[in-house]
């Protein structure tokens, strides 16, 4: 079954937003799964969406995280 990438990729997000995160990490989230498909490598694109939202559930992962960077060298 062969679905338009635009479509994929608002369905994706529409799953990470129901899995707690918010619209615009799950945009980003969902925007590099797709690519990775369109790219050719299926084994990094969407397929791997079960296994995110299952660590999502579990704790495994934590949405909606900001990074702060507290030290810097050059």
Same mark, same amino acid.
């Given at each position: 079954?062969?679905?338009?990438?635009?479509?994929?990729?608002?369905?994706?997000?529409?799953?990470?937003?129901? @899995? #707690?995160?918010?619209?615009?990490?799950?945009? !980003? *989230?969902?925007? /590099?799964?797709?690519?990775?498909?369109? @790219? #050719?490598?299926?084994?990094?694109?969407?397929? !791997? *969406?079960?296994? /995110?939202?299952?660590?999502?559930?579990?704790?495994?992962?934590?949405?909606?995280?900001?990074?702060?960077?507290?030290?810097?060298?050059?």
């Amino acid at each position: 079954m062969k679905i338009p990438h635009d479509r994929l990729r608002k369905l994706s997000t529409a799953i990470f937003t129901a @899995a #707690g995160c918010h619209e615009g990490e799950a945009e !980003r *989230i969902s925007h /590099y799964l797709v690519e990775a498909n369109l @790219a #050719g490598h299926d084994s990094h694109g969407v397929l !791997r *969406i079960p296994s /995110y939202v299952d660590w999502l559930r579990t704790g495994k992962v934590q949405a909606n995280k900001v990074l702060k960077v507290v030290f810097e060298t050059t």
